[in-house]
Each structure stands twice: as C-alpha cells, then as structure tokens.
C-alpha cells in the first residue's frame, strides 16, 4: 500500500523560508514522478512543482519559479520543497503526490497517489 506523508508546514512570516518533505512508503520512489500542489481556501488545487525521481528533471509553476526548489533523496524515498521569499498569496494547503513513469505531469487528475496535506501559513 503506497502511502505518501508531508511534513514541515507551518507558519512564516512573508519572505521567510520553510522546507516541506513528503515521505513514502510502499513504492520505490526512484521509478516514480513526484509533484507538489496546493489550494487555498476557495481555490482549486494548483501545481507548484515536480520532479522526477530518477533524474534531476524538475518543473515549476510561474509563481514560484527561482522561490521554490524541489529536490529528492532516493536513499530516503523523500521529496522536497524548499520554499523561500514566501509570500502571502503561497499561503495554502500543500500537498504531495505521486505517479509511477518519467512524465511530470501538472494536473492532479494524473496523480494517484496523495498525501494528507500539510498547511502553509504566510502572516504578511
């Protein structure tokens, strides 16, 4: 049973930093695409970034491109999401997902498998 876990939300002030981890258990991370979403209240879910675990290919949304950097340790079947310079419209639910195969894929229809969601809060 894949299970996927985030952690490291919390609450910043604007232009502050917070790294968000997202741990697996029941896959072999090194074969499979990772992406980060997120949605705010009243929003719909939103990429952020991806990566795929087996390389170094990553992508990123507009918004958070040169703020964000997604990152992987195969060793510890763990992805990352180092966000810096947050702001206070990146304040949202942040979610982990997964998919086996090379393709970052940017809709979260794509996705199979979800984490539970860590919340993000930026105080301006």
């Known amino acids: 049973q894949v299970q996927l876990v985030e952690s490291g939300g919390g609450l910043v002030q604007a232009g502050g930093s917070l790294r968000l981890s997202c741990a697996a258990s029941?896959?072999?991370?090194?074969?499979?695409?990772v992406g980060w979403f997120r949605q705010a209240p009243g929003k719909e879910r939103e990429f952020v970034a991806g990566i795929i675990t087996r390389d170094i290919k990553t992508s990123y949304a507009d918004s958070v491109k040169g703020r964000f950097t997604i990152s992987r340790d195969n060793n510890k079947n763990t992805v990352y999401l180092q966000m810096n310079s947050l702001k206070p419209e990146d304040a949202a639910v942040y979610y982990c997902?997964?998919?086996?195969?090379?393709?970052?894929?940017?809709?979260?229809?794509?996705?199979?498998?979800w984490g539970q969601g860590t919340q993000v809060t930026v105080s301006s």
């Open positions: 997902a997964g998919r086996p195969g090379i393709y970052i894929a940017t809709t979260a229809e794509a996705y199979d498998y």
């Open positions: 029941g896959v072999t991370f090194s074969f499979y695409t």
